[in-house]
């Protein structure tokens, strides 16, 4: 991989988004680092892809509101297009659907899809000038079977799954290669009341996952030369969809 790639990273502070990063400052890349409000967590992460000697910028905004993107990417993007973006924002609120809130529904769908949109819309346009790229969703399992008391969580992460392949049909001959990550039962701060007792016996690797499980398939989605992956959904889930 050449020198000097940017990987921008929508919702990478902590989590599985904090081990991407990682990940690809390891592979060579600089970061740009998008999160919300939680500048502690930005900072932490930002000093350790630093003394791994790459460089690291920070974007504070709320990625469901369209016009705060724009204004945050659309000219950084148009002058230095970045090579890389994981869409990796998301957020849970769950609910029966026949006690979901509107307010509930409304959050999930506006950052975890709606999201997607603001932020493509905003960097697309200097990535296909650039004829060159790799996009990557971080979807879920949830997107693909469904979860009972997710049905607003699963038709986003759903939703995100239709949105790259048909992204994919889009711009696969301007080079730019999209894909997604679907994880399953990971180790999060997003999971950790989840009993695992009542998850492992669905899981045929009989463990939880990492995040660096996720991560190490998004650096190699990002950074390998030789690719003919594209518009794929790819599962990172131990078995658990098959």
Not at 70 to 97: C, H, M, W
Not at 139 to 148: M, P, Q, W
Not at 171 to 180: D, F, P, Q, R
Not at 225 to 241: D, F, P, R, S, T
Request: glycine share 10%; with cysteine; net charge positive.
């Amino acid at each position: 991989m050449s020198k000097n790639r940017i990987a921008l990273i929508v919702g990478g502070s902590r989590g599985i988004g904090k081990e991407i990063v990682l990940k690809l400052a390891s592979l060579g890349f600089d970061i740009w680092l998008t999160y919300r409000n939680n500048n502690n967590a930005a900072n932490a992460t930002k000093e350790e892809v630093e003394k791994m000697g790459r460089n690291c910028e920070l974007f504070a905004f709320d990625v469901s509101n369209h016009t705060d993107t724009k204004k945050a990417l659309s000219q950084k993007s148009d002058e230095t297009p970045p090579y890389a973006v994981v869409f990796n924002s998301g957020i849970t609120r769950d609910n029966l659907l026949m006690w979901t809130t509107e307010k509930e529904w409304t959050d999930v769908i506006s950052t975890n899809l709606n999201g997607f949109y603001n932020v493509m819309n905003s960097i697309l346009f200097p990535m296909l000038r650039e004829k060159r790229g790799r996009i990557i969703a971080i979807s879920s399992t949830a997107g693909e079977v469904g979860h009972a008391g997710q049905v607003n969580y699963s038709a986003s992460k759903a939703g995100l799954i239709g949105a790259c392949k048909a992204l994919a049909r889009e711009i696969g001959k301007k080079n730019i290669l999209v894909n997604v990550v679907s994880p399953g039962f990971i180790e999060t701060d997003m999971t950790k009341d989840i009993p695992q007792a009542k998850v492992l016996p669905l899981i045929p690797l009989n463990r939880v996952g990492t995040a660096q499980d996720v991560a190490s398939v998004v650096g190699f989605l990002c950074s390998e030369e030789n690719m003919y992956i594209h518009g794929q959904v790819i599962g990172v889930n131990g078995g658990l969809a098959i």
